[in-house]
């Protein structure tokens, strides 16, 4: 999907999580994925390992 010349900025994105049809409804922060890297970081997560984190908001539908 591709912003059109002289379109709105801000309803281009607002549109975006309906045109990929996001299960949240909105697009991922930032500030999310900086969550994960720091708990992912930490002592908590120490144990972890092998593990894919995908953040995408219900975007890719899995099973």
Do not use: C
């Amino acid at each position: 999907m591709a912003a059109l010349a002289g379109a709105d900025h801000a309803a281009f994105l607002e549109g975006l999580p309906a045109a990929f049809d996001i299960t949240t409804g909105r697009i991922t922060e930032p500030r999310e994925v900086a969550a994960l890297i720091a708990f992912l970081l930490s002592d908590v997560a120490g144990n972890i390992t092998g593990a894919d984190h995908i953040i995408d908001g219900g975007t890719v539908k899995t099973l």
